[in-house]
């Protein structure tokens, strides 16, 4: 059974930091695509960043120059290090993982960390 565990979110002042963790067990094994996603309230969700299996890198326009993804594939764990952090950036984040060496490839979503980013 697939599960994703995902850590590190708070309470950060304006212009602070914070690093998400989200790691993968129980999966099929081989390649994988990990992305973070935002859902603020009264929004919908939205993709954060992406990194693929072979850790190319895209993000929102939102948070680039802020955000960096970065994933450990011995550890099945995948990173968000958010910088410079702003109110708007307030939000639950949850990570996302596809399994991409089974068909059809599968998705599984952590269960989500918040952020509130406030003075």
């Known amino acids: 059974q697939v599960q994703l565990t995902e850590s590190g979110g708070g309470l950060v002042q304006p212009g602070g930091s914070l690093r998400l963790s989200c790691a993968a067990s129980g999966g099929p094994g081989g390649s994988t695509a990990m992305s973070w996603y935002r859902q603020a309230p009264g929004q919908q969700r939205e993709l954060v960043a992406h990194i693929t299996s072979g850790s190319s890198t895209d993000y929102a326009d939102s948070v680039k120059g802020r955000f960096t993804i970065s994933r450990d594939n011995a550890k099945n764990t995948v990173y968000l290090q958010m910088n410079s952090l702003k109110p708007e950036d307030t939000a639950v984040y949850y990570c996302?993982?596809?399994?991409?060496?089974?068909?059809?490839?599968?998705?599984?979503w952590g269960q989500g960390t918040p952020v509130t980013v406030s003075s």
């Open positions: 996302k993982v596809l399994f991409q060496s089974v068909f059809p490839p599968q998705d599984y």
